[in-house]
C-alpha cells in the first residue's frame, strides 16, 4: 500500500515570508511527483510537478525531490494571502498511472 | 478548452436512493478517474480508466458502487443504494496518459453528495 505523508498544519506565515511544505512516500519504485493547491470548496489545480532529483522553479514556487531520502518539498517565496490554501502532495509510479495523494498541508499566509 | 465537467454540482438525497454522477473528460484525453475526497480520509481514488477500459477499481468501496465509461467523453459513477457515510464531494479527473503514466490530471469542479 503506497502511502504519502505530509503534515497536516495548518501552516501559518506572514505575508512576504516562504513557505515551505512537505511530504514523504513510502514506495521507492515511485517516478512522478505532483504538487497541487486546493482552495476551499473548489477542486485541486497542479501546480508543479517534478521527476529528477533537485529543485524546480517555477515564479515563486520550487519543488525539491530527494529520492533518496523518498521526499519532495515545495517552497513558496514572498508569499502572499491568495496563497492561502490546502496543498496536496501526490506520487505515481511503476507501470500504472495512480496518484496517490497526501492528505494535504492547510496553508495561511496572514497580511 | 471546456475542461472537465461534472454533473450534478450538488446532490442531497435519501438513504436507499440511487445515485447518478456523471463526468465529461477533456476532449482528447484518453484516462479517467473518480476520486472521493472527505475530511478524514482525504482524496481517495476510486476507480480509473484508459482507453474507456476500467484499470483499477480496488478504491471501490463496496459493491453499491459502480462505475461505466460507454465512449471517451462520457463516465458514471452510480451509487446503489446510498448510505449516509457516502456523503462526500466526488471528483472527476483526465489526463493524457503515455507509456508508464506520471502525467498531469486535470480535475473538474466536482460533486458534492449528501445523503441524508
Known amino acids: 500500500q503506497k502511502e504519502v505523508e505530509q503534515n497536516s498544519g495548518p501552516l501559518s506565515v506572514p505575508e512576504g515570508a516562504i513557505a515551505s511544505l512537505n511530504c514523504t512516500y513510502s514506495d521507492r519504485v515511485s517516478q512522478s511527483f505532483f504538487w497541487y493547491r486546493q482552495y476551499s470548496g473548489k477542486s485541486p489545480e497542479l501546480i508543479m510537478s517534478?521527476?529528477?532529483?533537485g529543485d524546480k522553479e517555477d515564479g515563486r514556487f520550487t519543488a525539491q525531490l530527494n529520492k533518496a531520502s523518498q521526499y519532495v518539498s515545495l517552497l513558496i517565496r514572498d508569499s502572499q494571502p491568495s496563497d492561502s490554501a490546502t496543498y496536496l502532495c501526490?506520487?505515481?509510479?511503476?507501470?500504472?498511472?495512480?496518484?496517490?495523494f497526501g492528505k494535504g498541508t492547510l496553508l495561511t499566509v496572514n497580511p | 478548452d471546456a475542461g472537465v465537467i461534472q454533473s450534478p454540482r450538488h446532490e442531497v438525497t435519501e438513504m436507499g436512493q440511487e445515485v447518478t454522477l456523471r463526468c465529461k473528460p477533456i476532449s482528447g484525453h484518453n484516462s479517467l478517474f473518480w476520486y472521493r475526497q472527505t475530511m478524514m480520509r482525504g482524496l481517495e481514488l476510486l476507480i480509473y480508466f484508459n482507453n474507456n477500459v476500467p484499470i483499477d477499481d480496488s478504491g471501490m468501496p463496496e459493491d453499491r458502487f459502480s462505475a461505466k465509461m460507454p465512449n471517451a467523453s462520457f463516465s458514471t459513477l452510480k451509487i446503489q443504494p446510498s448510505e449516509p457515510r457516502d456523503s462526500a464531494v466526488y471528483f472527476c479527473a483526465s489526463s493524457f496518459e503515455v507509456a508508464g503514466g506520471g502525467e498531469t490530471q486535470y480535475f473538474g469542479p466536482g460533486t458534492r453528495l449528501l445523503v441524508l
Open positions: 501526490a506520487v505515481s509510479g511503476g507501470s500504472n498511472y495512480k496518484l496517490t
Open positions: 517534478i521527476y529528477s532529483n
